[in-house]
């Protein structure tokens, strides 16, 4: 079994979780962080364990291209590469090659695109973008899909809802086919640790060191599983169709099913109807993912729908332009009026942030350019979001 | 008494001593990190104390330009502006000045310069420097002098040292006159914490924040106390300027001593050859502290000539760059030799990045221009310049 999802509680459409991971537990509904290159820009980790961050999500495209997938693989896996135990989601990929690369070639096969790093020129397809995520081992992998651009005709929405369910199908066979590659199994401890274990001793601490050689291999390994692949409904603003997608790719089989296709430009009115009538057709028992959603309201206002996990880069990146999430409203730090506030941030925030700083220096910060002010605004936003779905969950 | 300088053991020429300040005890030999703009560049204040760091040095010249001295005085001072209820020094601006500023027409008077920042004019003098550092109430604080430039000529170094002294005297005059405008005393506790009360009551936790309003009082005013003003020896690289400006500095009297002027051009050995000779004519109760310097080698070296305290950007500024101290040398963690390197950065060093991070994540995260690598960076290399500090204490 790569993922047991335990519902405890339900309340209208709500439902509150506990996503069983090889790394650990999630509970849901829950909010993931997005640490691209594998790191949330600004935050080391164990700062993120304090603010109980229990999954991340990671960029498949960002990671393929630097460091490269063979790097991480080699390293034993995204967990160990970046000293993360607990749970990672990665997307296909996929989503990134639509919005960030150039000269992209759609066909049945897959995607021929140029890094927005260096132009060099790259492939993905259902099998290697499943191929990319079984060497960099999140627990929850996605399947390879085209996120239908707003506004599609009919039949444009048709015919690239109808090529992600044929993607599903060859990203499902592709995994069952190579889901024992992952890096965890591949890397037994008495593999890495006798090198280990030898500069550990000549360090002349080893009690200490001792420790961390065992903590390392307990935390990354887990020989005995493997991830598990969710697969994504499209279908654009068409209600039909989104009910085919969910039915066909229920059909194909998957731990769990992601809402694509969504927070593409379409009013915010249309994103809840599509969602709320996608669900009706998603299975009871098994997590439901929206994907590129959204603000501190949106996440409340999807998982009273029935959603259990929503990712979005708004509060990283927000944080990162000076734009912060209270309990009393939006804050852009930037404004001179805030030179003066000896206030906390958010007086309702027990934050490591608002208990220390006033918003006086964070906005000194913010203007004289300085990276703390990206750390501390980024600990700051995340907490919001954290304690947000920890009210939701309590609420269910 | 604004400064205790507590002498507990001599080793040659070496002490080790305990400096008391209004804001907390610092062991000596020390080195201060540098925190320019009121931050260590990337570092919360939080991860500095369990660093240890017991005193840090900012820079006059950054503030005054921004956020401006009277907003910080306005704001309490600088500790409590930027939330560190430990020691710290400023310097006077006069080498900022030389250094990073525009245009500046040095006189009798002081200094005309434009700022780095916009362009615009400011004129620091030694009355100016001062009121400006007693309005950021750091514990120590530096007389206005001008750093004379390597090489120069006998007759423009005695000028120079000259007109230094001069200075040092209105400093001091200043400083006289005016050290009881200090904000910790301006802002007496009664002050302060009627607002302060009244929103942590309303924040509905009364008891915590009760206990951070307290803490902030406690630790940053220091009602009965004053600052402390060390005077500059200069007289270039001359032996007997040297004797001069230390023997006449020492006669109007200051808290402590600087060594300045040096590390500015001149071969390592002659600043050896200096500082140890001008060492000789400093008093042996009062601390000495050599701005500017340097490698991990250097701080060893004159920490055991009998200088007291030291401050250098280089372990921050390195890091920023990727260039890292370890027991085992210097490493450049852009290399491509570090990319699949799972060692630690240096197995002997028990920094959070070094238990939990390997080179190949740290070289990932430079390759990558994420901001985690400054932080992570910068964390390393002030653990291993303050254990270095911590080595030499304990050898002494």
């Given at each position: 079994m790569s993922l047991r999802f335990e519902i405890s509680k339900i309340g209208h459409a709500a439902r509150r979780a506990t996503l069983h991971t090889p790394h650990g537990e999630v509970e849901t509904p829950a909010f993931m962080p997005v640490g691209t290159a594998a790191t949330v820009k600004g935050v080391p980790q164990d700062l993120l364990e304090q603010l109980d961050v229990q999954i991340l999500l990671s960029n498949t495209y960002h990671l393929y291209l630097r460091p490269g997938i063979d790097q991480i693989r080699k390293l034993g896996g995204l967990h160990r590469f970046m000293s993360w135990p607990r749970a990672i989601l990665t997307d296909s990929g996929g989503f990134q090659v639509f919005s960030?690369?150039?000269?992209r070639k759609v066909t049945e096969e897959g995607v021929t695109f140029r890094s927005h790093l260096d132009g060099s020129s790259h492939f993905l397809s259902?099998?290697?973008?499943?191929?990319a995520q079984i060497g960099l081992g999140a627990d929850i992998i996605m399947a390879f899909d085209e996120c239908t651009e707003y506004p599609a005709d009919a039949s444009r929405t048709r015919n690239s809802m109808e090529m992600t369910l044929r993607w599903a199908q060859r990203s499902k066979k592709y995994f069952e086919d190579h889901k024992h590659e992952v890096p965890w199994q591949s890397r037994q401890p008495s593999a890495v640790s006798h090198q280990e274990k030898t500069r550990?001793?000549?360090?002349?601490?080893?009690?200490?060191?001792?420790?961390?050689?065992?903590?390392?291999?307990?935390s990354f390994d887990k020989p005995e599983q493997t991830q598990a692949l969710f697969g994504i409904i499209q279908g654009g603003m068409d209600h039909a169709l989104r009910k085919e997608s969910a039915e066909r790719t229920i059909e194909i089989g998957f731990d769990g099913y992601a809402i694509g296709g969504l927070s593409v430009g379409e009013p915010r009115a249309l994103t809840r109807e599509i969602v709320e009538s996608t669900i009706e057709h998603l299975p009871k028992d098994k997590p439901r993912y929206l994907m590129g959603v959204g603000t501190p309201e949106e996440i409340v206002e999807y998982s009273n729908l029935g959603i259990d996990m929503m990712d979005c880069v708004l509060p990283t990146r927000a944080a990162r332009h000076g734009l912060l999430f209270t309990s009393e409203g939006k804050i852009s730090i930037k404004q001179a009026r805030y030179a003066g506030d000896e206030r906390p941030l958010d007086p309702s925030c027990s934050c490591q942030v608002c208990r220390r700083y006033s918003r006086a220096y964070l906005r000194h910060l913010y203007a004289s350019n300085e990276v703390l002010s990206q750390v501390l605004n980024t600990i700051h936003n995340l907490t919001y979001y954290l304690d947000t779905m920890r009210r939701v969950r309590h609420s269910i």
């Open positions: 960030l690369s150039d000269l259902p099998e290697t973008a499943t191929e550990f001793l000549d360090s002349g601490d080893e009690s200490e060191r001792g420790f961390i050689s065992a903590a390392r291999n307990d």
